[in-house]
């Protein structure tokens, strides 16, 4: 690939995961959460395996994409839990104010569902990478 491909699509990575850390962290009030978060993340990777190579992006990731599916689906599981123990309900959510921000477990859900798409969109992208490069 060219020079300035690669070279550009540094800056873009870094500013695709900043991008979807702000539209995970949005979504309880506005359009956005974990599903439109993980896209993003998972493009911003793609992209530098397009750019570079799948073994860069690997590099990158530090963790196997099926590790964060794995992971994403305990952490999604895990957040419904307290509503099952203490209304009875699967995911019926615990809130906790902290400034103007609202935290609870429905954003553990969302991290977890972020991790999840992560995961699954990367396993296939690189995947198809691994097939054109060889």
């Not at 991008?19 to 911003?44: D, Q, T």
């Not at 957040?79 to 203490?86: A, D, F, K, Q, R």
Request: no cysteine.
């Amino acid at each position: 690939m060219s020079v300035i491909f690669s070279t550009m699509s540094r800056l873009f990575f870094v500013l695709m995961l900043l991008a979807s850390v702000y539209m995970l962290f949005r979504g309880h009030n506005e359009p956005g959460g974990g599903f439109i978060g993980g896209l993003f993340a998972a493009l911003a990777f793609a992209l530098l395996a397009l750019a570079d190579s799948v073994k860069t992006a690997r590099k990158a990731l530090i963790v196997h994409p099926m590790v964060l599916i794995g992971a994403g689906l305990f952490l999604s599981f895990l957040s419904g839990l307290p509503g099952l123990v203490s209304h009875g309900s699967f995911l019926t959510h615990w809130w906790v104010e902290l400034g103007s921000a609202h935290v609870g477990t429905a954003t553990a859900f969302d991290i977890g569902v972020f991790m999840v798409v992560i995961g699954g969109v990367l396993s296939l992208v690189f995947r198809f990478y691994e097939g054109v490069e060889q």
